[in-house]
């Protein structure tokens, strides 16, 4: 059963990188697409982006241009830096496994979800 | 952006069926799924394209969609079943293929 665990600091100063990585364990990271998901206290849900096992990536046009979500097959890991921090992107970080599906018929299409979680990790930007 | 949007809040008895819905302007054309978060907890999700259920989800969750809306049905709702309850779907702006929003999540309370 595979199991996801988030790491990284818990603290990190304003205008600096956040950087954590999530550790892939009872399977591979092979032939899957891995993503980030956060939550800032008392809100709700914001995808951050995924990417998939040979590198290729997708990600929240709103956090685009200070996101890179890079993987690491021999370690079976994969990793999020956001960079310029503010207080704003103080949230539990959660990395999950994404499964991708193509559907024909009224709704076709290529569908992305999050189908196995981590348990997330509380990211702290203060000075 | 694309937009789902949900209610803040619903509120049912033990044994009520409770309804939480999901709105966007893509649903006609686009699955939507659910996921389920218990306080202090990672996100479960509960329902799939519409209305599968993955296996270990109680039958009791059911899912179903029409037109713009997607339902979330909890039929005989436990006080287990309290928590935050997310739709998910594709972003259909049209400006950003696969890529993925949450709704902004309801609070079911059952007391």
Same mark, same amino acid.
């Given at each position: 059963?595979?199991? +996801? ?6 603290l990190v100063k304003p205008?600096?990188?956040?950087? +954590? ?58 990793? +999020?830096?956001?960079?310029?921090v503010?207080a704003?992107?103080t ?9 991708? *599906? ?18 997330? *990790? *509380?990211?702290t930007v203060s000075s | 952006?694309?937009?789902?949007? /949900? ?29 389920? /978060?218990?306080?202090? /907890? ?35 709702? /436990? ?33």
């Open positions: 059963q595979v199991q +996801l665990q988030e790491s990284g600091p818990g205008s600096e990188t956040l950087s +954590l990585t999530c550790t892939v364990s009872g399977g591979s990271i092979s032939s899957y697409y891995w993503s980030w998901i956060r939550q800032p206290p008392g809100k709700g849900l914001e995808w951050i982006g995924y990417i998939y096992y040979s590198g290729s990536t997708n990600y929240n046009p709103s956090l685009k241009s200070r996101v890179t979500i890079s993987v690491d097959t021999s370690k079976n890991q994969f990793s +999020l830096k956001l960079s310029s503010t704003a992107d949230a539990v970080y959660y990395c999950a496994r994404v499964m991708v *599906t193509m559907v024909r018929g009224v709704k076709a299409g290529y569908y992305y979800y999050m189908d196995v979680w981590g348990k997330g *990790t *509380t990211v | 952006s694309y937009e789902l949007t /949900q209610p803040p809040s619903v509120s049912v008895s033990p044994g009520q069926t409770a309804r939480i819905t999901c709105s966007g302007d893509a649903l006609p054309k686009k699955y939507a799924y659910w996921y389920q /978060q218990k306080s202090g /907890q990672a996100p479960v999700l509960v329902i799939y394209e519409d209305s599968k259920r993955p296996s270990g989800i109680p039958e009791r969750f059911s899912g179903s969609s029409s037109g713009t809306m997607a339902t979330l049905t909890i039929s005989g709702a /436990q006080v287990e079943d309290e928590a935050d309850y997310y739709c998910y779907s594709t972003d259909s702006s049209g400006n950003h293929r696969g890529g993925v929003v949450f709704g902004g999540g309801t609070k079911l309370t059952v007391l």
